[in-house]
Nanobody, 127 residues
Framework: VQLQASGGGLVQSGGSLRLSCAAS????????MGWFRQAPGKEREFVAA????????YYTDSVKGRFTISRNNAKNTVYLQMNSLKPEDTAVFYC?????????????????????WGQGTQVTVSS
């Protein structure tokens, strides 16, 4: 599956952005999906994830209550609504897909298990 992330930009602290991840090549029904981010000089980290059917969602502690992940499989798209943005959210955000097979507990934290990645979209939050 090919992934295309979009929706990043420059926003003031406290503002909102909505990221989109459009998939092509295969249906997203076959994949769990995640959003990750990488700030300058730091490792790529988990942000949010959603199960293939949208029933289960997972978030890193720093974004709980501010970010919401969702998906529309009919449109082959995954979203990340980001509210109350902070300067420390500044990073390149990536969407990623992993197949359902072998997805045990905390599957969303294992970056290496995500086989398809989008190109990334820059989010910059000014103070």
């Amino acid at each position: 599956v090919q992934l295309q992330a979009s929706g990043g930009g420059l926003v003031q602290s406290g503002g909102s952005l909505r990221l989109s991840c459009a998939a092509s090549g295969r249906s997203l029904y076959s994949y769990h999906m995640g959003w990750f981010r990488q700030a300058p000089g730091k490792e790529r980290e988990f942000v949010a994830a959603i199960s293939w059917n949208g029933v289960r969602t997972y978030y890193t502690d720093s974004v709980k209550g501010r970010f919401t992940i969702s998906r529309n499989n009919a449109k082959n798209t995954v979203y990340l609504q980001m509210n109350s943005l902070k300067p420390e959210d500044t990073a390149v955000f990536y969407c990623a897909a992993r197949i359902l097979t072998g997805a045990g507990s905390r599957w969303y934290e294992r970056l290496a298990d995500f086989g398809s990645w989008g190109q990334g979209t820059q989010v910059t939050v000014s103070s």
